[in-house]
């Protein structure tokens, strides 16, 4: 099992840039999060879907959009990117419903805007 | 806004010493999580402290929880050089588990 991939690894865009961050799980899991570490920040929650079919505005969700593709994928999209959201993207799954509220995360994507 | 802070920012320690890092969070809570993030990778969970306990071991990990003072610990006994990472708190409500993650304390461990 590979657990929680994360397309791509690195990324620089310039201010207006869009682009696609890909995020998927082979656990089963219902339910997905996208979150931003900055430094000194720990994480914050930008999108989450409970279940498929379902998703819903973190903590910072300003600038970026979300689609739960199915089961297993869940993507995270920035429309016109600016350099305030230059930061390290994780994606995480858990199995929250079921009483297992443990996350399990990717290894994460670094972005750079400039 | 971040729920947790973590107690202290830093902490470097010989090898073979313990390690205590403290965590305060804001509101009420269902349960309280460590996560252990390497420098450069995604975070792992630890353990999982539900809010009617008050301890719990795993391996060379123990935490405690004090509801009351909206505060737990996380302590690692016998630190190695591999323990050397980031720890971050996490607390979840009730209901679905949105986790609201703490600042973290860098750990590093001397050998």
């Known amino acids: 099992n590979a657990g929680v991939t994360q397309t791509p690894k690195f990324q620089v865009l310039k201010t207006g840039q869009s682009m696609t961050l890909q995020c998927a799980q082979d656990?089963?899991?219902?339910?997905m999060y996208w979150y931003r570490q900055d430094p000194g920040m720990g994480l914050r929650l930008i999108y989450y879907?409970?279940?498929?079919?379902?998703?819903d505005k973190g903590e910072v969700p300003n600038g970026y959009n979300v689609s739960r593709l199915n089961k297993r994928e869940f993507s995270l999209r920035l429309e016109s990117a600016a350099p305030s959201q230059t930061s390290v993207y994780f994606c995480a799954s858990s199995e929250a419903y079921r009483g297992s509220y443990e996350q399990y995360f990717g290894p994460g994507t670094r972005l750079t805007v400039t | 806004s971040q729920q947790g802070e973590e107690d202290p920012q830093a902490l470097s320690i010989q090898e073979g010493e313990n390690a205590t890092m403290n965590c305060s969070y804001k509101?009420?809570?269902?349960?309280l999580q460590w996560y252990r993030q390497n420098s450069g990778r995604g975070l792992v969970h630890l353990i999982l402290i539900r809010s009617n306990e008050r301890e719990k071991h795993s391996g060379r990990l123990r935490v405690t929880l004090d509801t009351s003072k909206k505060s737990s610990s996380l302590l690692i006994t016998a630190s190695r050089a591999a323990d050397t990472a980031s720890y971050f708190c996490a607390t979840g409500n009730t209901g679905f588990q949105k986790l609201v993650f703490g600042t973290g304390t860098r750990l590093l461990v001397s050998p």
């Open positions: 879907s409970a279940s498929e079919g379902t998703t």
């Open positions: 656990m089963n899991h219902n339910s």
């Open positions: 509101t009420s809570i269902n349960n």
